[in-house]
């Protein structure tokens, strides 16, 4: 069985992923509350989050080479995150999904465990 990140294409895939998840959330009025919550150029935590999904769908664990060990609930503690605003980023990821042109099997494969991983953030109601 093929990982996600083979599925994405890699490094490439993964990366173009990131990137635009950051587009869709700069572009989508409904996801105006979680843009806030980043700074202006979104450069730095693309690149953060790439490093992170590499690793976290079966390529290379490139953030935790750089970074060590992530807790991201920790990391994500200082934002108000509830349902709305976890529904925001997920809407903004299979936006993101749709728009590197993903396969129905990596949006299929991705759903539920990118739902847990979102859910992880949530700290508010």
Avoid at 59 to 86: M, N, W
Avoid at 111 to 125: D, G, Q, S, T
Wanted: negative net charge; contains cysteine.
């Amino acid at each position: 069985m093929s990982t996600p990140y083979e599925l994405l294409g890699g490094e490439a895939g993964v990366r173009a992923l990131a990137n635009e998840l950051y587009q869709v959330m700069s572009q989508r009025p409904e996801a105006s509350t979680i843009r806030s919550m980043h700074a202006k150029d979104t450069a730095d935590v693309a690149e953060k989050l790439f490093m992170f999904l590499s690793g976290w769908m079966g390529g290379p664990d490139l953030y935790f080479q750089k970074y060590g060990t992530v807790c991201l609930s920790s990391q994500h503690a200082k934002f108000a995150i509830g349902r709305d605003e976890r529904d925001q980023w997920l809407g903004c990821m299979d936006q993101a999904l749709v728009n590197i042109n993903a396969s129905d099997e990596i949006i299929d494969m991705l759903k539920e465990p990118v739902f847990r991983l979102a859910e992880m953030m949530r700290n508010a109601e």
